[in-house]
C-alpha cells in the first residue's frame, strides 16, 4: 500500500472513530459533516473521497460503536469469571457511574437505540447481531440449569441494565439516578 493510501486508510478510521463516539454523545442526526471532518483535521469536502454518503458513514461509525462496547464487556465478563463472578462484573461495569456519565465511550445498543430503530437495514443488522453477542455473553454467566429459564434471565438482565442507564442518564436527579443504577444492579444480582 503507497503512503497516501496509509494516509487515506487512516483518516477513514479516524473519521468513522470521532462520527461512532460523536452519534453517541448526540444522536446520529448530529453532529453535521462539517463539524466531523473539522474534528479529524480534514476538510469539509474531503468527505466524499471517504464515503459515498452521510449514511453510509452512520453505518460503519454504528459498527464501530457497538464492537467497541462488545469489547469492553467482553472484558469484563471474563474478568468477572475469572474472579468467579462474571454475571456480577457485567452487572457493576454496565451500571456503574462511569458508565453512565461518558455516553461518548459507553455502550452503543444503549446510546444508539432509538437511532438504530429509525436507521438502516444495515445499521439494524449490526444491532441485532450485537444484542445476540450480549445475551450469549449474559446466558453464559447465568449458572441456571435450565436453559429456558436462563434465556428468560439473560434477556431480563440485558433490558434491564439498557433501560436503567438510560433513565439514568435521563433525569434531572442526581439522586435518583444514583439509585436507579444502585436498586437495578442489587435486583440483578439477587436473580
Known amino acids: 500500500m503507497g503512503h497516501s493510501q496509509e494516509d487515506k486508510a487512516a483518516s477513514h478510521e479516524r473519521i468513522v472513530t470521532i462520527a461512532a463516539a460523536r452519534f453517541r454523545e448526540a444522536g446520529t ?3 453535521a459533516i462539517g463539524d466531523l471532518m473539522r474534528a479529524a483535521e480534514l476538510t469539509h469536502g474531503g468527505f466524499y473521497r ?3 454518503s452521510r449514511d ?12 467497541t462496547g462488545a469489547g469492553r464487556m467482553a472484558d469484563a465478563a471474563e474478568k468477572g469469571a475469572a474472579a468467579g463472578d462474571g454475571l456480577g462484573a457485567l452487572i457493576d461495569g454496565y451500571l456503574s457511574a462511569g458508565h453512565r456519565d461518558e455516553p461518548a465511550s459507553s455502550c452503543a445498543v444503549a446510546t444508539l437505540s432509538a437511532d438504530v430503530a429509525r436507521g438502516s437495514d444495515r445499521a439494524r443488522a449490526a444491532y441485532t447481531n450485537q ?9 453464559a454467566s447465568i449458572t441456571e440449569p435450565d436453559p429456558v429459564r436462563r434465556r428468560r434471565r439473560a434477556l431480563q438482565t440485558l433490558s434491564a441494565l439498557v433501560g436503567a442507564v438510560l433513565m439514568a442518564r435521563a433525569v434531572d436527579s442526581a439522586v435518583l439516578s444514583d439509585e436507579l443504577l444502585t436498586e437495578v444492579a442489587e435486583a440483578l444480582r439477587e436473580g
Open 29 to 31: 442526526d448530529s453532529p
Open 50 to 52: 471517504h464515503f459515498g
Open 56 to 67: 453510509e458513514l452512520v453505518d460503519e461509525a454504528v459498527e464501530l460503536a457497538l464492537r
Open 131 to 139: 444484542v445476540r453477542g450480549y445475551l450469549d455473553m449474559i446466558e
